[in-house]
């Protein structure tokens, strides 16, 4: 039996890992955009009978109220990130790296969480 040989293509990634490390504040604003969708179909959910599952916001939500509670919630979770991504972050990564890039990913990575937490509450909503 004979090995085929791999080819190997020429694409380079630099150019995407400079779109990535460039493009902050597009990442920014969906974070933000992503909140505000998630605390509104919470409080859809919570408005049509449905309860919530995280204990820390339901504390939080018993605290304060409905509204105040979930905008508490979604500007805490906020305010933590963009600290962590601009201060914690690049003050963690060696030297080498680039710190742009490390903290968008960052950010991307917690986008495609929280967009996950909303698709999920739309789920639990309309199914």
């Known amino acids: 039996m004979k090995r085929e040989t791999?080819?190997?293509t020429d694409y380079d990634t630099r150019a995407d890992i400079e779109v990535l490390a460039t493009n902050k504040y597009p990442?920014?604003?969906?974070?933000?955009?992503v909140?505000?969708?998630?605390?509104?179909?919470t409080?859809?959910?919570l408005s049509i009978g449905l309860r919530e599952a995280n204990p820390i916001v339901v504390r939080v939500i018993e605290t304060l109220g409905?509204?105040?509670?979930?905008?508490?919630?979604?500007?805490?979770?906020?305010?933590?990130l963009f600290f962590l991504g601009e201060y914690?972050?690049?003050?963690?990564?060696?030297?080498?790296?680039n710190i742009d890039l490390w903290?968008?990913?960052?950010?991307?990575?917690?986008?495609?969480i929280w967009s996950?937490?909303?698709?999920h509450n739309v789920v639990l909503i309309w199914i």
Do not use: E, K, M
Request: aromatic share 8%; net charge positive.
């Open 27 to 33: 990442l920014l604003i969906a974070l933000v955009l």
């Open 88 to 97: 914690l972050l690049p003050g963690v990564i060696q030297s080498r790296h």
């Open 6 to 8: 791999v080819t190997v």
């Open 116 to 119: 996950a937490v909303s698709l």
């Open 103 to 112: 903290s968008n990913v960052a950010y991307l990575s917690v986008l495609v």
């Open 43 to 45: 409080y859809y959910g």
């Open 66 to 80: 409905v509204i105040p509670g979930l905008f508490f919630v979604s500007s805490v979770s906020l305010v933590l």
């Open 35 to 41: 909140r505000a969708i998630d605390s509104s179909l």
